[in-house]
């Protein structure tokens, strides 16, 4: 992307990773949906946006200039709050499921929409058409190059309030950390220290191959094209009961992300099956995401701008390559085992320090050939993966923006050069999956209702079977950023 040219030296350097997904060859954004239980008044958009919104972070308030070396800073400019707000026009009188596909293809066209680069790198579209789930919507498109999905995240949540009692905070699902029931006797701490050394060198030198030299196979989920990433996307999203997923986690002595992973993974290799037998087993890999902060919490926007905090605002994430199992037929008759060796992959990879390491060699790259050429490689990551999957944790509570209650909310990241995105989000008891799939390629119904399958599958499973421990000992709590 061409960002505007500028003489003066501007104040804030733009991140790395902020110039890396705003360059010539990714412009990565994220779609943010409430869903509010009422119509949505859009005469208090503006004054929200200009009383809470804009003061979150002067990003909000900047433009990406280029200054005479070549480095982009953000530089504040003037905010027309009209020229980023929409409120689209469709046929009136229909029923729920018409503005369900209207919806769903505002969204699919504004996945594939660059936004200018000539204005700050954010908008609002405000729905206020009845669907399935929700009296009206309101979309926030916010570029990725502002801040990752934590940081988005904490600035959204500073717009609501609890609807319940807005003089009390918001609160969150609380992060615990497995324990590791191995111990610190020498004989262990010896064994998982080279362990650890090999897991970290096998996964560096893993993604530099996967990110340069070698791509998936072609499959009903990644489709190959050079222009994914550009293309439009269709959003299609599915709720699990939170209580059934730590039933299950329960159950198998597993961790949340555990079970949801392996779920997807299940249920995506059983759409594989579904479409081409072929397929089942042929080579996939998922690109996840992981959030690199200290403190893996949602944080209020005033700790994260201190200038020491442990969750700082900004892109603080890194990446890694996980292959997704192959299926058998004795996994389809017990689901149990397809999770167990989705857990023992992903064990793997967290005793690693490989995504910091890349995460380094970035930073290097950069520094020696420009972030351009750190993009392409960014780029490589994830076109020659076939999914990505990300999460975040929401709110346990109801929330209200300007007193119109919010009973739903996704997220989805557009414009990564994928067949296939995951995202997941908790909010009220609840766990949303939303699938960002390639429009005309992937069968998106199809892919639910496998996913949904997997589910039902993995539940039926558990639930006849005895409470367990680990399958995989010494487990964190989340890979998720």
Request: glycine content about 4%; proline content about 6%.
């Amino acid at each position: 992307m061409e960002c505007e040219k500028a003489d003066e030296v501007v104040a804030e350097p733009v991140s790395p990773i902020g110039q890396y997904f705003n360059s010539s060859i990714l412009s990565i954004s994220i779609l943010a949906v409430l869903e509010s239980e009422v119509p949505f008044d859009d005469s208090r958009a503006i004054p929200l946006l200009k009383d809470i919104f804009l003061p979150i972070n002067p990003r909000f308030s900047s433009i990406m200039v280029v200054d005479k070396n070549g480095v982009k800073h953000w530089k504040s400019v003037e905010v027309k709050l009209k020229n980023h707000v929409y409120v689209p026009n469709f046929p009136v009188g229909m029923s729920q499921q018409f503005y369900d596909k209207c919806l769903q293809d505002y969204l699919s066209k504004l996945s594939a929409e660059q936004m200018p680069q000539s204005q700050p790198l954010w908008e609002v579209h405000i729905v206020k058409y009845p669907t399935s789930n929700a009296a009206s919507s309101v979309i926030l498109k916010l570029h990725h190059a502002l801040g990752d999905g934590f940081s988005l995240m904490g600035a959204l949540l500073s717009c609501l309030q609890r609807a319940d009692d807005p003089s009390r905070p918001l609160t969150f699902p609380s992060v615990r950390i497995r324990p590791d029931i191995n111990g610190s006797s020498i004989f262990k701490i010896v064994p998982k220290f080279f362990n650890t050394v090999f897991n970290t060198a096998s996964d560096f030198c893993w993604s530099m191959i996967k990110s340069s030299l070698i791509e998936d196979d072609k499959t009903p989920i990644r489709s190959g094209s050079a222009a994914a990433g550009w293309l439009p996307i269709t959003i299609t999203t599915m709720t699990f009961p939170l209580h059934q997923i730590k039933q299950i986690k329960d159950n198998l002595g597993a961790t949340l992300n555990d079970v949801i992973t392996g779920t997807i993974f299940l249920g995506i290799r059983l759409y594989m099956q579904a479409v081409n037998q072929e397929s089942t087993n042929l080579h996939s890999t998922s690109v996840v995401l992981l959030n690199t902060r200290m403190f893996k919490s949602i944080s209020s926007i005033k700790e994260m701008v201190k200038p020491d905090s442990k969750a700082p605002w900004g892109n603080h994430f890194a990446f890694l390559h996980i292959s997704v199992p192959q299926l058998t037929n004795a996994e389809v008759q017990n689901p149990l085992k397809f999770i167990q060796k989705a857990q023992e992959i992903i064990q793997s990879k967290r005793s690693s320090f490989g995504a910091y390491l890349t995460a380094k060699l970035l930073e290097t790259v950069k520094k020696l050939r420009g972030h351009e050429t750190a993009a392409k490689f960014i780029h490589g990551a994830l076109n020659n993966s076939s999914l990505a999957i990300t999460n975040m944790m929401g709110p346990v509570e109801k929330m209200a923006l300007a007193n119109h209650p919010i009973k739903g909310l996704y997220f989805m990241v557009a414009g990564s050069p994928q067949s296939l995105v995951v995202t997941i989000v908790t909010y009220m008891g609840n766990l949303r999956v939303s699938l960002g799939a390639e429009e005309g390629f992937i069968d998106s119904p199809k892919l639910k209702s496998c996913i949904e399958n997997a589910f039902e599958m993995i539940l039926d499973a558990a639930s006849a079977t005895p409470s367990s421990t680990n399958f995989v000992n010494g487990h964190r709590a989340s890979f998720g950023p």
